[in-house]
């Protein structure tokens, strides 16, 4: 199959954050230090040398962007400082406008002005929400449900929900179209398997390989495991510190978007409650771990955090100040000051949905689907092009 070419890759991709590839003389260093690359993937020269080419089809169909964790191990021993790592990082912003139809991500990615108009446009809806449909502000205690019921909030939730999900979904099919290639790769199937798997291949693989091999998704999923695999003891603290936000975050968002009807209540629970250790959990984990990115990012502490993408900082400051203001609603509560509470419950929530509705389908936290899932369909790619049926 012929490749189509687009001279302009290269410059299209400076908005992503891809900027040095062009200075690669592909000495191929950079894969031989990876410890994550392999012999049937490997990375990062491979995709960089697609990039000088224009290969934008050949690219679409690499999964190996998302077999990257951002080490910095290729950018610290590139000859050229063709920052190789952040190359990666670019090509998975790239990647993620890509695979979505919606044309979103791709506004995102490349427009501050977009990225900051979709924050406070969603925001500013919230905003207005509650300015028009808020319930009673009782002031003679802090009346939360009463001023915003969390069936109310429920509803909307699973809106939204469904709505996100329904989003990041459709654009990680693309993603599964792009990276599992053409179904002719794989070995053909005997007279037998033909019967055994009738109305069961998806994209020539039999069923039973993807369910078998699902575990693998799951595994990436809570772990991120590659992670841990990059050498060094500065490395897996960067793992430990991802490993806290993505947590911190899925626990949060399931507590809010799932179980808001037990985590929004007027009682204060007693300390020892799970629900309200959980949410000390998750706004430890998140606190911590966003304010170590920030700073890190601020000094440029390491080479992972030399070169920060707009969407970067909007992920880590919605992300950071959503919790702070959930520490802050805790407290006013628990300090009997109602108009002080409504008042932080409406600005955390105009920070809040802005960063689910933007970044859970869109922009930075789709990395938490596509990686795994990718690590999940290169396990089924491999086990169906060694299959003998
Ligand atoms: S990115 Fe650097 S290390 Fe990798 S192939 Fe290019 S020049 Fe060599
Ligand atoms: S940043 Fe680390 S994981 Fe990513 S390609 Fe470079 S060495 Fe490999």
Redesign the pocket.
């Known amino acids: 199959m012929g490749t189509a070419v687009n001279p302009d890759l290269l410059l299209n991709l400076r908005k992503f954050g891809v900027k040095d590839?062009s200075?690669?003389?592909?000495?191929?260093?950079?894969?031989a230090?990876c410890s994550l690359s392999s012999e049937d993937t490997p990375f990062?020269?491979k995709v960089?040398r697609y990039l000088q080419i224009g290969a934008k089809d050949k690219i679409l169909r690499s999964p190996e962007p998302w077999l990257c964790y951002y080490c910095g191990d290729?950018s610290e021993?590139?000859?050229?400082?063709?920052?190789?790592g952040e190359?990666m990082m670019g090509l998975r912003r790239y990647l993620t406008s890509l695979y979505d139809w919606t044309g979103i991500s791709r506004l995102f990615y490349t427009s501050k002005v977009f990225e900051v108009f979709a924050i406070l446009f969603v925001a500013a809806l919230v905003g207005l929400g509650f300015y028009f449909y808020h319930g009673p502000m009782l002031t003679d205690r802090v009346a939360l449900n009463v001023f915003a019921p969390n069936r109310v909030i429920e509803v909307l939730d699973l809106i939204m929900l469904g709505v996100l999900s329904f989003f990041l979904l459709s654009n990680a099919y693309r993603m599964f179209l792009a990276v599992m290639g053409d179904p002719a790769q794989y070995p053909p199937l005997s007279q037998s398997a033909k019967q055994q798997f009738q109305n069961r291949l998806i994209r020539g693989i039999p069923v039973p390989i993807y369910i078998s091999e699902f575990k693998q998704f799951v595994l990436h999923f809570f772990t991120q495991k590659q992670f841990g695999a990059c050498g060094t003891s500065e490395q897996r603290k960067q793992w430990l510190i991802h490993l806290l936000i993505m947590t911190g975050y899925t626990t949060v968002f399931l507590l809010v978007v799932v179980g808001i009807r037990w985590f929004q209540r007027d009682e204060i629970y007693p300390i020892w409650n799970p629900i309200r250790l959980l949410g000390y959990y998750s706004t430890f984990a998140i606190l911590y771990g966003t304010t170590y990115a920030i700073i890190g990012r601020l000094k440029k502490s390491k080479t992972v955090y030399e070169h920060s993408h707009s969407s970067d900082w909007a992920f880590l400051i919605l992300l950071w100040l959503t919790t702070f203001t959930g520490i802050l609603i805790h407290f006013t509560r628990i300090l009997g000051m109602p108009l002080a509470t409504y008042y932080i419950y409406v600005i955390h929530l105009m920070i809040a949905v802005p960063m689910l509705v933007i970044e859970v389908p869109f922009a930075k936290w789709t990395h938490q689907l596509y990686r795994p899932l990718i690590q999940y369909l290169m396990r089924v790619r491999e086990r169906a092009l060694k299959a003998e049926y």
């Open positions: 590839a200075i690669c003389f592909n000495c191929g260093n950079c894969t230090v990062p020269r960089i290729c021993t590139c000859p050229r400082q063709a920052n190789p190359v």
